[in-house]
């Protein structure tokens, strides 16, 4: 009884460290509502060519909204002026830790696309916008 009582046991301890078919991510380019990129994100401040970081100005506040349909959205508040919504797509990166945006260029209306790159335990990511800067970005 005691040998089945231990058979049993090592079954049991052992069945727990057999995995599961995938995955939850996806790692083919298509989007999941698991994806680590949903949620709100803030700009927190800005990262010049030597890597010396600047906060954001407390008046200036830069929101990327991203849903698990694909979308995002940008919202601008510059010391009180609202600047308005930016809208575009995302996509993750097969087989990667970087995920896609696309927008349209509000000035010129051409086609703008910037890779994310997560960092902290995802808790952060950055872009080098379209003027060589880095923003970086935190989960809210």
């Known amino acids: 009884m005691k040998k089945i009582k231990i058979i049993v046991f090592l079954f049991m301890v052992s069945s727990m460290f057999i995995a599961c078919g995938g995955s939850d991510d996806t790692d083919g380019g298509n989007n999941s509502t698991s994806d680590k990129v949903i949620g709100n994100w803030k700009l927190i401040g800005t990262e010049d060519a030597s890597g010396v970081f600047t906060a954001v100005t407390s008046c200036i506040v830069v929101f990327h909204k991203y849903s698990a349909n694909g979308n995002f959205e940008v919202n601008f508040d ?31 209306g051409d086609p703008e696309t910037e890779v994310l790159t997560f960092f902290e335990n995802n808790t952060k990511y950055s872009f080098i916008d379209p003027t060589g800067s880095v923003q970086i970005y935190q989960k809210q």
């Not at 087989?95 to 945006?101: F, G, L, V």
């Open 78 to 108: 510059q010391c009180g002026q609202t600047s308005g919504v930016q809208t575009g797509n995302w996509v993750k990166v097969p087989n990667s830790n970087e995920y896609t945006i696309t927008w349209d260029d509000p000035e010129n």
